[in-house]
């Protein structure tokens, strides 16, 4: 499955515990994110990322066309809910997700549900739905 990785500035620390956390389960699929995060989280678990721009110069866009073109299977966007600058991208996210039947995680808890679920096959039918 290819899963896209995004941070707020605030929540990058918790992705990268989350990813260290769930290393063997990450390691198993393919990542995408944006560049902070991305090269962050590569540091830290030694994983293959594929970077995207940093947000600020388009990155959040790109993982939302790779959305779009059903190239993602799983959103993890750790928000950082007082930072309303960043509600635009949480939201057009989301929308995308929405739209195209994508599995999105928003905060850590639900990060966790979705994962357990990657690792025990819950998401599978990404796979049937929309063969590679």
């Known amino acids: 499955m290819n899963i896209a990785l995004l941070a707020h500035d605030r929540k990058k620390e918790l992705m990268?515990?989350?990813c260290?956390?769930?290393c063997g389960?990450?390691?198993q699929h393919a990542l995408r994110a944006t560049n902070t995060t991305g090269k962050l989280v590569s540091e830290a678990t030694g994983l293959p990322v594929t970077?995207?721009?940093?947000a600020a110069q388009g990155g959040t866009?790109?993982?939302?066309?790779?959305i779009a073109y059903n190239e993602i299977?799983?959103?993890?966007?750790?928000?950082?809910p007082d930072f309303e600058a960043g509600a635009a991208a949480v939201n057009e996210i989301s929308r995308l997700c929405d739209r195209y039947s994508i599995p999105f995680a928003s905060n850590i808890a639900t990060a966790e549900v979705l994962i357990q679920g990657l690792r025990r096959g819950?998401?599978?039918w990404r796979d049937i739905v929309n063969p590679k």
């Open 122 to 124: 819950d998401l599978d």
């Open 61 to 66: 866009q790109q993982i939302g066309a790779r």
């Open 25 to 27: 389960i990450l390691s």
């Open 16 to 18: 990268v515990q989350f």
């Open 20 to 22: 260290i956390a769930y």
């Open 73 to 80: 299977d799983l959103v993890l966007f750790f928000c950082d």
């Open 51 to 54: 970077l995207c721009l940093t």
